[in-house]
């Protein structure tokens, strides 16, 4: 079984300054992993994602995460954060299974506010 | 392409109605799947489909049905709705088997009084 643990809930930052989420995961397997943003009232979309190349991920807006095996971990950075970054933020992990490829299991979210 | 589009946006039921939630994508995408969004749990798998003809469970499948007789539709039936499914739910699709991306609709925001 895989599953995946966003460590805080709620992450309040200042326009400019770094931004970090923190995402743990546990799977039997080799996992895949995403970042997805769901701006309010909106679908979600992905920011970007690990598929065992290289282990630093750069995706859209400047965001960038991770992998570290060592540590079962998937962080989410982006150096300078703006206003448009006020969203959520889910954690996710693919699993590997054959036909179950695309059974995703999310984390429980982290929810960003950045201020002026 | 229209990508991803979920009809209703909003839905109020009572207790005991039933209903169904509509999910069409336009991008021959052979994989669709539904979640569930509630707060503090991320989404939560229902249903999903590797192809048409084809369904299978996800993690919380109980009071809910899906048919997948297109490539494009993939309907999702509360039988008899419960306060338990007031929810936010999404449909998503992919093309890839493997851990592609997914795309994902506007949702459907679900109240059951």
């Known amino acids: 079984a895989q599953s995946v643990t966003q460590l805080d809930s709620h992450v309040s930052v200042s326009e400019g300054t770094p931004v970090l989420l923190r995402c743990n995961y546990s799977s039997s397997y080799s996992p895949s992993l995403f970042w997805y943003v769901q701006h309010p009232n909106k679908g979600l979309q992905l920011l970007l994602k690990?598929?065992?190349?290289?282990?630093l991920v750069k995706g859209i807006n400047g965001f960038e995460a991770e992998f570290k095996k060592s540590e079962t971990s998937f962080h989410l950075t982006k150096p300078s954060a703006h206003m448009s970054d006020a969203a959520e933020y889910f954690c996710?992990?693919?699993?590997?299974?054959?036909?179950?490829?695309?059974?995703?299991?999310f984390g429980g979210g982290t929810r960003v506010l950045v201020k002026p | 392409n229209a990508g991803v589009t979920q009809t209703p946006k909003f839905q109020v039921l009572k207790t005991g109605q039933s209903m169904t939630l509509q999910c069409a994508q336009d991008m021959n995408h052979e994989y669709m799947s539904w979640y569930r969004q509630d707060p503090g749990m991320g989404l939560r798998l229902i249903h999903y489909?590797?192809?048409?003809?084809?369904?299978d469970q996800g993690e919380v499948p109980n009071g809910y049905n899906v048919s997948r007789s297109t490539t494009e539709d993939f309907p999702l039936r509360l039988l008899s709705a419960a306060p338990s499914q007031t929810s936010v739910y999404f449909c998503a699709s992919t093309r890839a088997r493997g851990p592609g991306e997914q795309y994902f609709g506007p949702g459907t925001r679900l109240t059951v009084t």
């Open positions: 690990y598929t065992s190349a290289a282990t």
């Open positions: 996710v992990v693919s699993d590997p299974g054959k036909a179950a490829g695309n059974k995703l299991t």
């Open positions: 489909s590797v192809g048409a003809g084809i369904t």
